[in-house]
């Protein structure tokens, strides 16, 4: 086949990908610009050794990080998105979904399953920002559901780690919806006395924010993280003012009121299994 | 001041004007049929251009600065109406207003998003973008609904709850996620009611409930055709295909799912015939509160419940 009548789509999708983590042996730290060799990086879980800068990292090394060896069951991973209302901007929202779950290797923003955390049994929703910028659509919505009902059924902590960009445009009134519906489903959690644990990590914006990021029992975050219901550009451009140092992120968070702990991601397990053990969930509902 | 005329507006308001001018001279000339002809002329337009409304131009009608606001139509449809201030913790927003109301003495609590008509009242009323003491007070407002079997209704009509500074400080995203959680469990009927925008987490935040309908020229989307046109096209001039993409008016939502019905306007937007908006508007409330308080409140929130939990597509392989 001569190369220019080569398969346009072919081409688009081979140079789009892309890796959280570039490639080489090393990295530089965004944020105090050391030089970091990639095996030291992995073993410090993706944070640096000097500044302690919490690199994004997907869902597959939260769950590595959290969960016990071997006791993480997936949960839901048929559900896939469509594309109800045929979204259209400079390219469909059918082929923009093609192109994240080939680069991603993910079926969707969002994660679910049954797992162990030092023992005890949890129920788990962990966000992949790599992901359409963790977007929640009508397939977030529907998992976190279901995984809230996983929890009810077993009568086991259910846990949740937001990293999200917010509502997903490309579904429109229906993701706004998903922020009712999740909200919804976890009165059920409420009533039924079930712990609801939020981990917020780096960046939580828009309708997650403002539906179950921020509804927790017990809320931590991972530090320096990005949380906020405007984007930082919106507000600066409304107010027209530069915004202040260390604005919306997890320490600013905790400072207003709207976060229990922040914890480096090395503690994150351990801290998770205190408040687990503090935490009890009483036999029955009422 | 002059008077704020839509594009697709223009035609009909020339035909208006020639036919006031005619008018004056009617004393002097006899072309009272020729009037007439006009008359009937600038109705068929006026018929055909509202028939064949485009998205955007739906978006630019629920924008109308001479639309009906929350308080204008208290004053039309309500018997009696008790404003209370206040979220108890902070202030008092006034881009949402709330009270006691009464209406054909029916008794329940009235909460809206409320825009400025002039500047000075767009300055105030922050061009009706809540803060979450705005949010706070609706939920305080609830609350007593609530204890006192009161039905709920709510106007949505937001630009979106604002960006700033200080309502990150206070928490806007616990705020707004907060109220979704307790209108979800509200023992008491509510009626949502989009008279005017209906952007994002901002309308949601009071748009929760049993019943929501929309008025014919309004829009509920998870964000404003501008700025969608912004993040996906990157620039602002798309707002027109952006609106379209969307499907954010009154008979998308209910073709979605989302909105249980549509309240008509009177032909030329809610703007043209506010008395007749309000009637519209009175009828329909009417109806829903009426329906909605004959059921039991447990059959109530079950219903609710199962309605959000239906709103989304996907695949699920599994099942197919």
Same mark, same amino acid.
Request: proline share 5%.
């Given at each position: 086949?001569?190369?220019?009548?080569?398969?346009?789509?072919?081409?688009?999708?081979?140079?789009?990908?892309?890796?959280?983590?570039?490639?080489?042996?090393?990295?530089?730290?965004?944020?105090?610009? /050391?030089?970091?060799?990639?095996?030291?990086?992995?073993?410090?879980?993706?944070?640096?050794?000097?500044?302690?800068?919490?690199?994004?990292?997907?869902?597959?090394?939260?769950?590595?990080?959290?969960?016990?060896?071997? /006791?993480?069951?997936?949960?839901?991973?048929?559900?896939?998105?469509?594309?109800?209302?045929?979204?259209?901007?400079?390219?469909?929202?059918?082929?923009?979904?093609?192109?994240?779950?080939?680069? /991603?290797?993910?079926?969707?923003?969002?994660?679910?399953?049954?797992?162990?955390?030092?023992?005890?049994?949890?129920?788990?929703?962990?966000?992949?920002?790599?992901?359409?910028?963790?977007?929640?659509?009508?397939?977030?919505?529907?998992?976190?559901?279901?995984?809230?009902?996983?929890?009810?059924?077993?009568?086991?902590?259910?846990?949740?780690?937001?990293?999200?960009?917010?509502?997903?445009?490309?579904?429109?009134?229906?993701?706004?919806?998903?922020?009712?519906?999740?909200?919804?489903?976890?009165?059920?959690?409420?009533?039924?006395?079930?712990?609801?644990?939020?981990?917020?990590?780096?960046?939580?914006?828009?309708?997650?924010?403002?539906?179950?990021?921020?509804?927790?029992?017990?809320?931590?975050?991972?530090?320096?993280?990005?949380?906020?219901?405007?984007?930082?550009?919106?507000?600066?451009?409304?107010?027209?003012?530069?915004?202040?140092?260390?604005?919306?992120?997890?320490?600013?968070?905790?400072?207003?009121?709207?976060?229990?702990?922040?914890?480096?991601?090395?503690?994150?397990?351990?801290?998770?299994?205190?408040?687990?053990?503090?935490?009890?969930?009483?036999?029955?509902?009422? | 001041?002059?008077?704020?005329?839509?594009?697709?507006?223009?035609?009909?308001?020339?035909?208006?004007?020639?036919?006031?001018?005619?008018?004056?001279?009617?004393?002097?000339?006899?072309?009272?049929?020729?009037?007439?002809?006009?008359?009937?002329?600038?109705?068929?337009?006026?018929?055909?251009?509202?028939?064949?409304?485009?998205?955007?131009?739906?978006?630019?009608?629920?924008?109308?600065?001479?639309?009906?606001?929350?308080?204008?139509?208290?004053?039309?449809?309500?018997?009696?109406?008790?404003?209370?201030?206040?979220?108890?913790?902070?202030?008092?927003?006034?881009?949402?207003?709330?009270?006691?109301?009464?209406?054909?003495?029916?008794?329940?609590?009235?909460?809206?998003?409320?825009?400025?008509?002039?500047?000075?009242?767009?300055?105030?009323?922050?061009?009706?973008?809540?803060?979450?003491?705005?949010?706070?007070?609706?939920?305080?407002?609830?609350?007593?609904?609530?204890?006192?079997?009161?039905?709920?209704?709510?106007?949505?009509? /937001?630009?979106?709850?604002?960006?700033?500074?200080?309502?990150?400080?206070?928490?806007?995203?616990?705020?707004?996620?907060?109220?979704?959680?307790?209108?979800?469990?509200?023992?008491?009927?509510?009626?949502?009611?989009?008279?005017?925008?209906?952007?994002?987490?901002?309308?949601?935040?009071?748009?929760?409930?049993?019943?929501?309908?929309?008025?014919?020229?309004?829009?509920?989307?998870?964000?404003?055709?501008?700025?969608?046109?912004?993040?996906?096209?990157?620039?602002?001039?798309?707002?027109?295909?952006?609106?379209?993409?969307?499907?954010?008016?009154?008979?998308?939502?209910?073709?979605?799912?989302?909105?249980?019905?549509?309240?008509?306007?009177?032909?030329?937007?809610?703007?043209?015939?506010?008395?007749?908006?309000?009637?519209?508007?009175?009828?329909?409330?009417?109806?829903?509160?009426?329906?909605?308080?004959?059921?039991?409140?447990?059959?109530?929130?079950?219903?609710?419940?199962?309605?959000?939990?239906?709103?989304?597509?996907?695949?699920?392989?599994?099942?197919?």
């Amino acid at each position: 086949m001569p190369w220019w009548s080569r398969n346009r789509k072919n081409l688009d999708e081979s140079q789009n990908q892309q890796r959280e983590m570039p490639d080489g042996l090393w990295t530089k730290c965004p944020s105090c610009e /050391t030089v970091i060799y990639k095996s030291e990086l992995e073993e410090n879980l993706y944070t640096c050794p000097k500044c302690d800068h919490h690199f994004r990292i997907g869902s597959n090394h939260y769950i590595d990080l959290l969960t016990d060896p071997e /006791t993480f069951d997936e949960t839901h991973a048929q559900l896939t998105s469509t594309d109800p209302l045929e979204f259209v901007d400079e390219d469909s929202y059918q082929v923009k979904l093609r192109k994240a779950t080939k680069r /991603t290797g993910l079926s969707d923003a969002m994660r679910t399953g049954l797992g162990q955390v030092e023992g005890k049994r949890v129920s788990l929703a962990i966000m992949d920002f790599s992901f359409i910028g963790g977007s929640m659509g009508s397939v977030v919505g529907e998992k976190f559901c279901r995984a809230v009902d996983d929890a009810i059924r077993e009568r086991v902590p259910f846990i949740c780690i937001t990293a999200s960009g917010g509502a997903r445009m490309m579904e429109a009134a229906i993701s706004l919806m998903q922020m009712a519906k999740t909200s919804t489903r976890l009165t059920l959690l409420a009533d039924e006395r079930i712990p609801y644990i939020v981990i917020l990590t780096d960046p939580t914006t828009g309708g997650v924010t403002a539906s179950y990021a921020m509804l927790g029992d017990v809320t931590l975050a991972e530090p320096r993280a990005l949380i906020g219901f405007a984007g930082p550009r919106v507000i600066e451009q409304t107010i027209k003012r530069k915004l202040p140092e260390g604005f919306q992120r997890s320490e600013f968070q905790q400072e207003h009121g709207f976060v229990d702990h922040i914890v480096h991601r090395k503690e994150l397990r351990k801290t998770l299994s205190r408040v687990l053990t503090l935490l009890p969930i009483p036999e029955t509902a009422d | 001041m002059a008077k704020y005329v839509l594009e697709f507006e223009k035609p009909i308001l020339e035909i208006e004007e020639k036919i006031s001018e005619m008018r004056s001279m009617s004393d002097q000339l006899d072309i009272g049929p020729e009037i007439e002809v006009l008359e009937q002329k600038v109705e068929r337009l006026r018929k055909s251009v509202y028939e064949q409304l485009t998205r955007w131009q739906r978006v630019q009608l629920a924008r109308h600065p001479d639309r009906p606001y929350t308080l204008d139509y208290i004053a039309m449809i309500c018997d009696d109406f008790f404003e209370m201030h206040g979220d108890r913790s902070f202030g008092d927003d006034k881009a949402i207003v709330g009270g006691l109301a009464q209406i054909n003495g029916r008794k329940l609590v009235l909460i809206g998003q409320q825009k400025g008509r002039d500047t000075n009242e767009r300055k105030v009323r922050n061009f009706g973008m809540p803060n979450p003491e705005g949010y706070r007070k609706a939920l305080r407002l609830m609350k007593l609904a609530e204890r006192f079997s009161l039905p709920v209704v709510t106007l949505i009509d /937001t630009p979106g709850a604002y960006p700033g500074i200080e309502a990150e400080e206070r928490g806007q995203a616990e705020s707004i996620a907060r109220n979704l959680f307790e209108m979800a469990r509200l023992k008491t009927p509510i009626v949502n009611v989009v008279i005017g925008e209906g952007a994002s987490g901002g309308a949601l935040g009071i748009g929760m409930g049993d019943t929501l309908l929309m008025l014919e020229n309004t829009w509920f989307s998870v964000i404003s055709p501008e700025s969608c046109s912004s993040i996906l096209w990157k620039s602002w001039d798309y707002k027109e295909q952006a609106a379209e993409a969307l499907r954010l008016t009154a008979g998308d939502l209910v073709e979605m799912g989302i909105a249980d019905g549509i309240i008509p306007e009177p032909i030329g937007g809610a703007h043209r015939l506010p008395k007749e908006a309000a009637d519209f508007l009175k009828t329909a409330l009417i109806q829903a509160l009426d329906q909605l308080t004959q059921q039991p409140i447990p059959q109530l929130l079950r219903q609710r419940r199962d309605r959000y939990a239906a709103i989304g597509v996907f695949n699920d392989a599994a099942v197919a």
